[in-house]
């Protein structure tokens, strides 16, 4: 299996730096944006297969970031942070493409199964894809 | 689909409920919109303190002070034109009345000064004939002047005597039961006034015989010679041609001279005999026949018609009594006096009972704006309390998420070798345990405060009783925990999942564990138990406190009733949870007794989960 990469993206740097620390240690290629401006930035430079986003941020809030991460990638799967009551938020954001959503403070075994999920789902849609354009290809 | 997805890896929340919360906004709008439609501003003012108790009694003076001014304006409106109009009639029906009697004693007193005046007439015209067509001398022959009177009695009557008298006074002859002859009269007025006026007829008089009568004197003239023609009539004569108009009861007639002086007898003693001075003054009549009211003998006003007679300087006076005739008038009056009473009483009856009746419609409709207001200032309540718990919540969350990453740091870098070494490693593993664990609590009371903010909006969704009921008392046991109360609960494990509202449902168990909580004070112990019989969960909540009286009991589920004291208990929450149990279709029924402490039981129908 290739190395999965993932983007954490929370306004909380100590949670964020901590969370980072911890799945580096569990051996998840991971890193860290602190703003949704920033997950942005990083997402065009180096390729991110899970983006674990939390939904409460100043400036761009999740949703925003969601829609331009469906824009940037749609085979990026995004796991949302709800820290609050903003479960609708969380809902919403499932409508508009997540892959699913986790409460704050998150167990972090929990987490990290759901990254794995998450990471299934893109490499079985991109097989499927694959097979796609090789089936396009041999009828071309 | 994402949602299915989620509810598979089993999050404690429920997408799927709150999915259709979310797609029907425009019933959770009206919900909320609604009551603010129909208040009036001024009850939620008056309301907007929760604790401001109206009486919403119609004993209270507020309904009372109402009822009394609805009831004496409308009487007033009612009686106001009503005494009008049946005064107006009155008065008007009077005053025809009294015309028409009025025009009947005119009537009677011209007809009847009429005959007076025609029975003089005649009588002079006879006496002038007699005197005309006979000589002196066969006057004074004996004999015929007897039976002249003869004839004049036998054609007009009324007569009592008659006397030939010459001109210088003597009584020449004389028929009549009195002995008159040579008598002379040159003195008397009578005769002078005859003597130059060639007739006369004189008031009535006692003269030499003591007998009340009247002369009619004709002078004649014959052959340079002048004698007189005289008659006498008697009084009672113009009695009995008076009598005639003295009709009824009160009805007298009697004729006064000039000089007020009472000519005939009037019926009654105290209008003066005859030859008395008359109660009636003549000089009060003018020409024609006139009409006046005064105070009779008996004191009471008397209508007097009086008319000039032609012949005499005679007033003919006829009086009445007007209650005699008034009679029909009173009767009319009484009647509608009745009738206007009976109206009266018809207009007081109807409006004191449409008034109460409307006072109570009014009342019944207070109390339930009153009650609806109370369900408002609770719900506004529980959202104020929602919003803070979730901003609370919020703050509270993102540090704990923090501290749950550091511990669960702390604990991954035990794990590397050289703290592996270290004689306290136990001690630090079991210290970062314990705060992972108290996080997970402090977790909780966060999402149970969550959850308490969303419970404002009504919705159906799959309700597990038993886990609602831990659920609620996972929030109270710190509270009971401080007060020294054991909570027990013994769940029947076989309840069905059931359609309801859980928000609303951990509402209801809330205030009845809170409730139990604080009845007991400090140190007890409060039993949770749920069952399923006869297509209804029971959730019985008991516990060993004080108890209530059967009066208490009764009152209980009235809103703001509380047993707590100082403000501390609004007295909505039993009412409230009542509300909710009772639009479930359920009950909530209580048991207690002093010193033993009280049962609740809530009573849900079993409504089966639509199958999705």
């Given amino acids: ?140 | 689909m994402p949602v299915g997805h989620s509810s598979r890896v089993g999050l404690p929340l429920r997408p799927r409920r709150l999915l259709r919360a979310a797609s029907c906004p425009a019933l959770l709008v009206t919900h909320r919109q609604s009551p603010f439609r129909v208040c009036p501003a001024s009850h939620l003012r008056s309301m907007g303190h929760g604790r401001e108790l109206v009486d919403v009694t119609p004993r209270s003076p507020l309904y009372a002070g109402l009822q009394r001014k609805i009831i004496f304006l409308t009487l007033l409106v009612s009686f106001v034109p009503l005494v009008l109009l049946g005064g107006t009639l009155y008065w008007q029906f009077s005053r025809i009345y009294r015309e028409k009697i009025d025009e009947q004693l005119r009537y009677r007193a011209a007809t009847h000064g009429n005959a007076v005046d025609l029975f003089l007439s005649e009588r002079t015209a006879f006496l002038s004939a007699i005197a005309d067509t006979h000589s002196l001398e066969y006057m004074l022959q004996p004999g015929n002047l007897a039976s002249l009177l003869e004839v004049m009695n036998l054609r007009v009557g009324g007569f009592v005597d008659l006397g030939v008298i010459a001109s210088d006074g003597r009584h020449l002859a004389y028929v009549g039961p009195y002995h008159l002859e040579g008598l002379n009269y040159y003195d008397q007025p009578w005769f002078v006034q005859v003597m130059s006026r060639g007739l006369y007829i004189s008031d009535v008089y006692m003269g030499y015989r003591q007998v009340p009568h009247s002369v009619i004197a004709v002078r004649h003239q014959e052959k340079g010679r002048i004698w007189i023609l005289r008659a006498t009539i008697d009084s009672d004569v113009f009695t009995k041609l008076v009598r005639g108009a003295q009709v009824g009861r009160t009805g007298d007639a009697y004729l006064v001279n000039g000089d007020r002086i009472n000519q005939t007898a009037p019926r009654f003693s105290g209008e003066g005999a005859v030859l008395a001075q008359s109660r009636i003054d003549p000089s009060k009549f003018g020409e024609g026949t006139t009409v006046l009211a005064e105070p009779g003998p008996e004191g009471r006003n008397r209508l007097y018609a009086g008319v000039w007679l032609r012949n005499a300087k005679w007033l003919l006076v006829i009086s009445q009594d007007p209650a005699e005739k008034m009679l029909g008038l009173s009767q009319a009056r009484n009647l509608e006096i009745g009738i206007v009473i009976a109206g009266a009483l018809a207009i007081i009856f109807t409006v004191i009972l449409t008034t109460r009746l409307m006072v109570k419609k009014l009342v019944e409709a207070d109390r339930a704006v009153c009650e609806m207001n109370a369900q408002l200032v609770q719900s506004d309540k529980l959202a104020a309390m929602g919003k803070m718990a979730a901003s609370v919540a919020h703050e509270v969350n993102n540090p704990l998420a923090v501290i749950s990453e550091k511990t669960g740091w702390a604990l991954d870098l035990l794990e590397e070798e050289e703290f592996q070494q270290s004689k306290n490693l136990e001690e630090f593993r079991r210290s970062l345990r314990k705060i992972e664990e108290h996080v997970e609590r402090a977790r909780k009371v966060v999402h149970n405060m969550l959850g308490f903010a969303r419970r404002m909006e009504p919705h159906t969704e799959d309700v597990d009783i038993n886990q609602v009921i831990d659920q609620t008392i996972s929030l109270l046991e710190n509270y009971a925990r401080t007060s020294n109360i054991d909570i027990q609960t013994h769940l029947a494990s076989d309840l069905p999942i059931i359609a309801s509202d859980q928000a609303q449902l951990q509402q209801v168990f809330l205030n009845l564990v809170s409730n139990a909580i604080d009845a007991i004070g400090n140190g007890g112990s409060i039993e949770v138990s749920t069952r399923q019989l006869d297509g209804n969960i029971y959730v019985n909540v008991k516990d060993d406190g004080p108890g209530m009286t059967p009066d208490m009991q009764k009152k209980i589920f009235e809103p703001f009733v509380t047993t707590k004291s100082g403000g501390k208990g609004t007295g909505l929450g039993l009412w409230v949870s009542l509300g909710i149990v009772e639009k479930m279709g359920g009950t909530i029924t209580v048991e207690s007794k002093v010193g033993k402490g009280s049962t609740f039981t809530v009573k849900l129908p079993i409504v089966v989960p639509e199958k999705k």
């Fill in chain 1, 1 to 140: 299996m290739e190395q999965l990469r993932v983007l954490l993206v929370d306004d909380e740097s100590d949670f964020l730096e901590t969370l980072v620390k911890r799945l580096r240690k569990r051996n998840v290629e991971v890193a860290g944006a602190s703003s949704g401006e920033e997950a942005l930035r990083v997402l065009r430079e180096i390729p991110i297969d899970v983006v674990v986003l939390d939904v409460r941020m100043p400036g761009m809030d999740g949703i925003q970031v969601l829609r331009e991460i469906k824009t940037i990638n749609p085979l990026i799967q995004v796991i949302m942070l709800t820290g609050h009551a903003s479960v609708e938020v969380a809902v919403e954001g499932m409508e508009l493409g997540a892959f699913d959503y986790l409460m704050k403070p998150a167990n972090l075994d929990e987490l990290l199964y759901k990254i794995q999920d998450a990471y299934k789902a893109k490499t079985i849609q991109e097989q499927k894809i694959g097979r796609l354009r090789e089936l396009e290809r041999a009828g071309g």
